[in-house]
Nanobody, 125 residues
């Protein structure tokens, strides 16, 4: 079992960058694929990015491809989301999640068993 805890959110101007971190407790972090999701006010939660257990496979939503990069450090039990060229439409609460399942793409939120509390990202125009 793991418990994700996000950090690194904040307020940034359009075109700027932020790096989110997700530290997960537990000694079996490398047994979980990790994902980032986001939810904007009045909208459903949506997939952002995911990374496999080893980090050798990544997947991104089309809306962030080329701007966001997901990575992980299994020695530190941490997954990161580097967000560049931020846009106002990226404003949302960002959630980190963990899944023990093997999946094609890891983009379905129903496949994730463990969720963090979320961190707010606000991009001003």
């Amino acid at each position: 079992q793991v418990q994700p805890v996000e950090s690194g959110g904040g307020l940034v101007q359009a075109g700027g960058s932020l790096r989110l971190s997700c530290a997960a407790s537990g000694r079996t972090f490398s047994s979980y694929a990790m994902g980032w999701f986001r939810q904007a006010p009045g909208k459903e939660r949506e997939f952002v990015a995911a990374i496999s257990r080893s980090g050798g496979y990544t997947n991104y939503a089309d809306s962030v491809k080329g701007r966001f990069t997901i990575s992980r450090d299994n020695a530190k039990n941490t997954v990161y989301l580097q967000m560049n060229s931020l846009k106002p439409e990226d404003t949302a609460v960002y959630y980190c999640a963990a899944t023990p399942r093997y999946s094609g793409g890891y983009y379905r939120d129903g496949e994730y068993d463990y969720w963090g509390q979320g961190t707010q990202v606000t991009v001003s125009s």
